[in-house]
């Protein structure tokens, strides 16, 4: 990876007092600064030298704010100028935000969250400076991700322009939707490419465990621990930390990470020694991580911290045009791992395929596939080889479209029925197709009056 240019902040303030105050805090969190006195200063600033962003005050004497604000937006549109004002003029800077201001700080300043916007400026502009290379200059995007429905369409434009930044990253999405593989993309087309990818599933570790994962521990930490360990921050040194399911920890855990991602250092769990560490941290949730702040269960400022650049990544039943593109993928890769032939897709499969509702997203199309690779007769893959909720759709459909009554039941009654007629009264084939045992297939038949 290639060493990364120091941050530099323009503090523009009229009142030397608190224009140097501020220059010392940036100095003490590791960047640079340059200073203006006023609005017409910090203009010839920008005209002259490139800045990742600008604090300034909005009352000035020469040139307030907002005119200030104008004439830099004009000179270079994407960077971001924080506003700091005072309580008498939040109205000053409420305008200075419609007309595209990145952010505005009421005095005296919270140096806690001066400095999380700070970060969370610096890290768009990066993003906002790469897209724009990106429309001067073609590159193939590296990614696993199929689909070509305008919602994908979106995220992998936007995993184009933020994955060679640092931006930390947030991705949310249902369950099975493809968040890890969105996490792949972004590292694949970093500059930390040729360094470690790190996968953590927070959810699938209890909390003692999870920081011995994450942090690693020393010899004789708790009963067990043998050896010095180093976690996972450690291990993806100089590449990218994916923390999946990152709503799912616990409030402790979550004190540590902002540590972390704030400090980019740790000590392992039973040791002192503090380790620095270079990681970009990718972390995905299938939750509203705001309604869990709103409820207490994450804090807030890990979660403004990860939220950087928030992907969404859209559920299949709001790209359904992928089905096709997706079922051809999962149907060539699932016939040549279970040495399968596979000649043709029938038109009735795929009716079946798209009138589903998907509920569990990719992940259940590409199970659902591979089981019906895996039970096929002859070379196509036809509609009797899905799994029995899919066929039970499309059946509960037809139902509907006759006009007739729909449960549940009619409509396990209705496939049974249709299943034995295809199967001309062979029980055991009919177990098999619907994915159960003959003596379940019996007791539903008793249940049905059959």
């Known amino acids: 990876m290639s060493k990364e240019k120091k941050i530099k902040i323009l503090v523009v303030d009229d009142d030397q007092v608190h224009r140097f105050m501020l220059v010392s805090m940036l100095k003490e969190w590791g ?5 203006a006195d006023d609005g017409t200063t910090a203009v010839a600033a920008v005209e002259k030298h490139r800045y990742d962003a600008v604090l300034m005050d909005v009352r000035m004497v020469k040139m307030d704010g907002r005119e200030a604000f104008t004439r830099i937006q004009a000179i270079s549109p994407a960077l971001p100028v924080i506003i700091m004002t005072a309580y008498s003029s939040v109205d000053d800077a409420v305008d200075a935000m419609q007309q595209g201001a990145h952010d505005y700080l009421t005095k005296p300043l919270d140096f806690e969250r001066l400095r999380l916007t700070l970060m969370r400026a610096v890290d768009h502009h990066q993003v906002a400076s790469c897209k724009q290379q990106k429309d001067n200059q073609e590159k193939t995007l590296v990614t696993r991700i199929i689909g070509q429905s305008p919602p994908m369409v979106e995220l992998l434009d936007m995993v184009s322009y933020v994955a060679p930044t640092e931006a930390t990253v947030l991705i949310v999405g249902e369950s099975g939707t ?79 990470l902002l540590r ?95 009138q589903y509702s998907w509920p569990g997203n990719v992940r259940e199309l ?16 036809t509609e009797k080889s899905l799994p029995l909720p899919i066929q039970k759709m499309s059946i509960t459909g037809s139902i509907h479209a006759a006009g007739e009554p729909t449960s549940l039941f009619e409509a396990g009654k209705q496939l049974v ?24 297939l019996q007791n539903k038949l008793n249940k049905y009056n059959q």
């Not at 960047?31 to 200073?35: F, P, V």
């Not at 590409?366 to 893959?381: P, S």
């Open 178 to 256: 493809g968040k890890e593989l969105v996490a792949a993309a972004l590292h694949d087309n970093s500059e930390r490419r040729a360094e470690p990818f790190i996968k953590v599933n927070c959810a699938a570790l209890v909390e003692n465990l999870l920081d011995s994962e994450l942090f690693g521990h020393e010899k004789g930490a708790f009963t067990g621990a043998e050896k010095r360990r180093e976690g996972k921050f450690v291990q993806a040194h100089g590449g990218t930390l994916f923390l999946d399911e990152i709503g799912d920890t616990s409030q402790a855990m979550q004190v540590k």
């Open 260 to 354: 972390v991602l704030q400090e980019r250092e740790l000590q392992r769990v039973g040791g002192e020694e503090t380790v620095s560490v270079d990681v970009r941290i990718i972390a995905a949730t299938n939750r509203d991580l705001e309604q869990e702040v709103a409820a207490g269960r994450f804090r807030e400022d890990l979660y403004y911290r990860l939220n950087v650049v928030m992907l969404t990544v859209p559920p299949l039943r709001d790209r359904s045009t992928d089905i096709g593109l997706l079922v051809s993928h999962f149907a060539e890769k699932f016939a040549g791992k279970n040495r399968r032939q596979l000649e043709n897709i029938t038109d009735d499969c795929l009716k079946y395929l798209n």
């Open 366 to 381: 590409e199970n659902a596939i591979e089981r019906g690779i895996i039970l096929m007769r002859g070379t196509e893959l």
């Open 417 to 440: 029925k249709k299943t034995l007629e295809e199967t001309e009264g062979n029980k055991s084939e009919a177990a098999r197709r619907l994915g159960i045992t003959r003596k379940t």
């Open 31 to 35: 960047w640079d600064s340059a200073q």
